[in-house]
């Protein structure tokens, strides 16, 4: 079933597509656009958040019964693995072959069955059909041609896959091992300074898990022939929550960026409509992760970050050019400080993917201040902080102070010495693979 | 892409010189899979005669084998149970002597992935003649472990110590509330069908062990008595003593009734079971 859900988006995105492409007039484009959006969201809708509707149904009227006919069946309709990625990816095809209608649309043709086969490739490469990374159409489509095994990047291939290896098999994979006990009830027995590095090693596990895997898929991809896009950038030296959300997925908070926040209007239509805005698109970001009411306040919780930090002006550009006057070091404190507030706003964040049960992400958040007193517990502090070490080395040459020396003095491209600490780097990473990888563990995002 | 190859192949070879050679001290394991891990790995890898060895789950772990003898060992896993230390203990050659099983509703849970991956063959092998893929011999923990030797040389601390260090009076009390709450019913008759199932396919393990002439006793560990006193779980007790009758099975007597202290209701504190292990020792 889950394949047939597969093949209706590729025939559902390639025809309607086409036929926007093809359109004899604006009307015809806007109602083929209309009804690929929209039968897109509708098996979105069903599959994804049918269940979670119809409890919210159920749950509120007494008079109906859970375990009968149509509604035992939206309880219990599984959750197509991937659904949320390959849908995005379609309603993207649509929408750009419908922006570019008065341009040169070359990648829909004049043949319904080649637009319809070069669809189904788009959607189902398999590299990044479970878990992104998001590919847009008008970047991708332009890349199928026949490929040549002597332009194949292979350092590139080589370099994505180690890395991705590494951060998802022994950082991520070694980490899930330990960050298991943030769950209640064992959180409330441990020290506060234990469960905050917990909390830490969380955050640097969701990292290595997503971006390991969209590593991998950007490495998979290169070594066919095809370039996908970065979805990361090293997130977690974010000085705003806007350039965390810059960083972090980037294919799917630049779709939303594109399909959903400039539709509604952006920043364009004055400031109580832009929080309003924001509000929407992160909300809908946070569904987007998972049916469920915790992911919604997730997003929330980053919207709200948002519309706050966008209230006092944090984040513009004249703050950024006042920080950028200051001494070296003082700017080297105050971006210090900025990054591990948005890093600490984010990891409590993250609280809610790991204890999607409020009550107990708030048992959580009551253990940090109640055994402030009692010792950490080195038999989870000290392999966290050695499995996060490797995204911590990750992302320090690229903090915003000194990002401008590693790219003068670290570019393996231009440095003799920086290519041969690379070869090392990429050699350790793979005695750690070999040696040291963690129990196989499914990709948190797989569940999106 | 052939630097990087290089210099692996030579880390892996100094990684490796470094472990047959011992310069490196093995890990007992970092975490619970790994601990598992390194035990089943140690047992499996054995060359010397096991004199008394103890399966069981995460209760039976708490227990320092070293209280009964030096040749004896623990195949206490936390999260599993007796099951996958006796199909362990079928699958090797060298049988110990005396097998210890512990006997309470844990007893079904086998992890049959742990059990394929010790015995798959290349696995097998390549961590036969290659000791330095063997769990205990992981860089991270390896490291770990040699902090924590260093630590210890440093500053030598009691069982007490360790106790009072990582228990949480609080916290356990809560754990124990709850469980007694849990536990204040009879026993089902599904978690009876369960037992009656898991019981017959232990029954079945022991068989094959007592066939190649290992003596089998059985045993429980003591938890918390206010929750070992709960209906369900004396319910639980005599039920798995009628599936496992004292006619046919040996059973150790039971311990001496005490206080005995828990970290979290179930586990025995360090001290504790030290004491209990002793008293394995003194009745086998």
Redesign the interface.
Known sequence: MLVILLIISMLLNGFTSFRVAHAPDRKGEIFWAFTGVTINLAILGLFKYGSLLTHLFVDNLTNVTPGEGAIALLLHLPLPIGISFYTFQGISLVVDVFRNRDKDNSYVGDSLVRHLVNTSFFIALFPQIIAGPIVKANTFFPQIQTKYFKYIK??IV?RSL?IGYFLKMVVAD?LK??TYWIAC?YC???ATSTNLVLLFGYSMQIFADFAGYSIIAIGLGAALGYRFPENFNFPYISRSIAEFWRRWHISLSSWLRDYLYFPLGGNRKGQTRTYINLMIVMTLGGLWHGAAWSYAVWGMFHGFGLALERFFGLANKKAEEQVKQLPFWQQFILDFIRVMAVFWFVSLGWLLFKLPQFGEALQFMGALFK?VG??P?L?FV??IL??SLPVVIYHIPHFPTFEHLTNRYLDPSKNKIAKGLQ??A???M???I???SG?SNEFIYFQF | ?V??????IF??SL?HTLTIGKVLPSSEG?????TNYVKVEKYVYHDSKIDVLLVGSSRTAKLDPQYISDDAANLGMRGLSSATGLELVKNTKLKPSIVLVEINETIGRQDEDLIKSLFNPFNYYIRLYFP??RTE?????V??QA?RNFLEKEDIISLEEIDQ??I?L???E??VK?AIQDNDQPLSEDAKATLRRDAESIKSQIKSIEDGDVRVVLYNVPGDPRIDNTMKQRQEQEFLRTLFPPKKFEWLPEPPAREWNTS?GTHLISNDAKVFTEFIRDKI
């Open positions: 292979w350092d080589f180690t070694n091992d330990y009830p409330q027995g441990q055994n009692k010792p517990d038999r000290a392999p050695i499995f070869n090392m990429l050699a350790t793979l005695f750690f070999v040696l040291n129990s | 892409m630097r990087p190859l290089l210099i692996l880390l892996l990684y970092i975490s619970i899979e790994e330095m893929f011999y992981r860089p991270v923990s490291f770990i902090v260090q990582r949480n609080e916290f356990r809560t754990i709850e979290d």
